[in-house]
């Protein structure tokens, strides 16, 4: 960042000595007309300021793919069977394709360690307008030409409720969601953790133990910085992390990671991958204040052309962070975050209304843990500013029900903490 400071001092308009300099390197490598990695092809393409041919560049990507998608292994011995998760959008394209050739190709090891079961796609119908008809048979398509069996979700089925089945349907139950919430970025934060929810409870009825997602650097870096201004910067390393376990026994991995958005697109372009371009809450918004993720996005993208490393900082710094052990952690009810130890012991005991049984004398069951839980008590800090926002009413009735476990687990522990030992004793 110190460039830039030189750069404000120069007020009379003139070219530093250093930059020109700097400049005229930048040209010489661009009109270099051999590639600097096989040296013997025609140069035709930039890949982090060197000048190299197509296959060069092909093969830079495949490499970095791969140390990626290594490092999303938790057990080295064992094949694992993946579903990709697939928005429709370049990078997810991408990871498919990128994935299919590695596994396919004999040279290297990826058959050997993965395998791919299935893409899930999550239909967003609803949120944002109905996908045509077009758009399904495009999706479906992809994942036909590589001979994947293919599951799209509704979004809707978040609602699902067997308990308690009710006559509204999926669709105004969305409506009623989003008409709920008072801003985009509560929208765009729920609908976020919610589709991944879906992802991962989808990934777990049908068998699977890891979910590969598309995330490039560029996304990742917003996601990174937006997460911290929503106050939910005690979760990074849990939400960007390659060995996520925020969803219990299934994974998710991000092995494109690497590669920032114009790199997938060169690729997309030079392999012909097509994307389906599906719209999001922020298309076609004209309001650079749409929400927090749209300005991070923004002010992302802006030092990311002034300062090229700026995206793989940000990245590089992340991946040290590690969430602390918790003992008997709790999870939050809407978006299934760590709890910090504070929040859940402050709510231990809790204002939840008991139901039906008391624990007078000769009660005898164990309906004293029937509680209908304040699902504010047990939220983490970030779906606190959403519960703020919008009424506990229109929230999916998982988030209650998650609510109500919570509760009672706080509360059967508070009944026994005088009996449980300290660590010490
Ligand atoms: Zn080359
Ligand atoms: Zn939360």
């Given at each position: 960042m110190s460039e830039g400071g030189k750069f404000e001092d120069n007020s009379c308009g003139e070219v530093p000595p250093e930059e020109a300099r700097r400049q005229a390197d930048r040209l010489k490598k661009k009109i270099s007309?051999?590639?600097?990695?096989?040296?013997?092809e025609k140069s035709t393409l930039l890949f982090r300021k060197e000048s190299i041919c197509w296959p060069c560049y092909e093969d830079q990507i495949i490499r970095k793919f791969k140390t990626q998608l290594n490092a999303t292994?938790?057990?080295?011995s064992q094949l694992e069977k993946v579903l990709i998760a697939f928005s429709g959008g370049p990078s997810s394209r991408a990871l498919i394709h990128i994935l299919n050739e590695c596994i396919l190709?004999?040279?290297?090891?990826a058959s050997a360690f993965f395998e791919i079961g299935g893409i899930i796609h999550i239909d967003e119908s609803g949120v944002t307008k109905p996908e045509t008809a077009e758009e399904k048979e495009k999706l479906a398509q992809v994942a036909a030409s590589y001979n994947i069996p293919y599951h799209s979700v509704p979004?809707?089925?978040?609602?699902?409720d067997s308990e308690n089945p009710t006559q509204e349907t999926n669709r105004e139950k969305i409506e009623k969601l989003m008409q709920g919430c008072t801003t985009n970025t509560t929208r765009e934060d729920i609908i976020f953790h919610m589709r991944n929810l879906l992802i991962a409870n989808t990934a777990r009825t049908l068998g699977y133990e890891k979910v590969l997602f598309g995330t490039s650097a560029s996304r990742m870096a917003t996601t990174l910085i937006s997460l911290v201004c929503k106050g939910r910067g005690y979760n990074v390393a849990q939400e960007i992390g390659n060995n996520d376990t925020k969803y219990g026994d299934v994974q998710f991995g991000y092995p494109?990671?690497?590669?920032?958005g114009k790199e997938v697109s060169v690729y997309n372009h030079h392999k012909h991958l097509e994307d389906v371009f599906l719209p999001s809450l922020d298309t076609k918004t004209s309001d650079p204040k749409f929400s927090i993720d749209h300005l991070t996005e923004s002010f992302i993208e802006g030092l990311q052309v002034d300062f090229s490393h700026t995206v793989h900082t940000l990245l590089r710094s992340s991946v040290k962070l590690t969430m602390p052990k918790i003992d008997q952690p709790m999870t939050c009810s809407i978006c299934a975050a760590s709890l910090l130890p504070s929040t859940t012991s402050q709510s231990i005991g809790g204002e939840g209304k008991e139901d039906s049984c008391c624990g007078e004398n000769g009660c005898g069951g164990e309906e004293w843990l029937v509680v209908v839980a304040n699902i504010s008590d047990y939220v983490c800090g970030g779906c606190h500013r959403v519960m703020n926002e919008i009424s506990p009413q229109v929230l999916p009735p998982y988030v209650q029900h998650n609510a109500d476990r919570n509760g009672r687990s706080s509360r059967l522990r508070s009944q026994i903490e005088d009996y449980l030992l300290d660590d010490g004793e």
């Open positions: 007309d051999i590639c600097v990695k096989c040296r013997t292994r938790k057990n080295k190709g004999r040279s290297n090891q979004f809707g089925s978040i609602f699902n494109m990671r690497d590669f920032l």
